[in-house]
């Protein structure tokens, strides 16, 4: 049977008080459906709280937009991997572009990061993408490959085994332009025989950058999207139920 992975990605929005009322919409209309999985990222300061609401829900999981690599100490304003854990997140966001593009984090400070969130235990969602001057310029592969390599190059394959995979080429996020599930499947199918090639059974590899309720079927329907990643179309309760239940009925 064919998984699927839906992820939320809430960005800068939803305090805890509005996290526990878009759950309560969301949860109302939610049926958990074999072999489909729905993640939710909300803003650190919400992670409890989607945790807290959604614990006894089957194919539920919260998780943490970012974290810092050291585990504890000195570092004003950072939350690390294991305090993320603490407040329930099971999976952790890594180098998601606007982390990369708006904030400079580095490829080394992905790979920072990712060993930090192996180390608590939790799952990485590697976001990889190309921006739109790389893409016209014939730089996709290069610039995936080059993502992968820094942050997973050094990794043994049975700690590859827990990764996912996002690719979110940079100019379709926030754009309402997404990449065609033809594209998408293209540097799916490069991203797959890298993992493979270092010894990655099963990945999983979801598409990100302006997935809606109207192209998600499109987008799903290609057999290499393993899910998708989903920023503005997730903040509407009502509008994601629909997006998770996407070709199930
Ligand atoms: P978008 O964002 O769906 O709003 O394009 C996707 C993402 O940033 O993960």
Redesign the pocket.
């Known amino acids: 049977m064919r998984r699927l992975l839906f992820v939320a990605?809430w960005?800068t929005h939803l305090g805890p008080d509005e996290a526990r009322a878009y759950l309560k919409t969301f949860l109302a209309q939610y049926r958990p459906t074999e072999g489909r999985e729905v993640w939710f990222f909300p803003p650190a300061v919400s992670v409890e709280a989607v945790a807290q609401t959604i614990r006894h829900q089957a194919g539920l999981l919260a998780g943490a937009q970012n974290v810092y690599w050291e585990p504890k100490g000195a570092f004003t304003g950072e939350i690390s991997a294991p305090l993320a854990a603490a407040a329930g997140a099971r999976a952790v966001l890594i180098g998601?572009?606007?982390r990369r593009h708006v904030f400079g984090e580095s490829d080394a400070d992905t790979e920072r990061k990712l060993s930090a969130v192996l180390d608590a235990k939790l799952v990485p969602v590697l976001c990889v993408g190309e921006t739109l001057a790389e893409r016209e310029a014939g730089q996709t592969l290069g610039v995936v490959t080059r993502q992968l390599e820094a942050a997973l190059g050094r990794r043994q394959p049975a700690a590859l085994q827990h990764v996912t995979v996002a690719y979110?080429p940079v100019w379709?996020?926030?754009?309402g332009k997404n990449a065609t599930p033809h594209d998408a499947a293209d540097v799916h199918r490069d991203i797959r025989r890298w993992l493979a090639a270092r010894g990655a059974k099963t990945p999983r590899i979801l598409y990100?950058?302006?997935?809606n309720l109207k192209n998600a079927a499109e987008l799903l329907a290609e057999r290499e999207l393993d899910g998708v990643?989903?920023?503005?179309?997730s903040l509407d309760p009502e509008a994601w139920g629909a997006l998770v239940r996407t070709a199930a009925d």
């Open positions: 990605n960005k998601h572009s606007e979110e379709a996020i926030g754009t990100g950058g302006s997935v990643l989903v920023g503005g179309a």
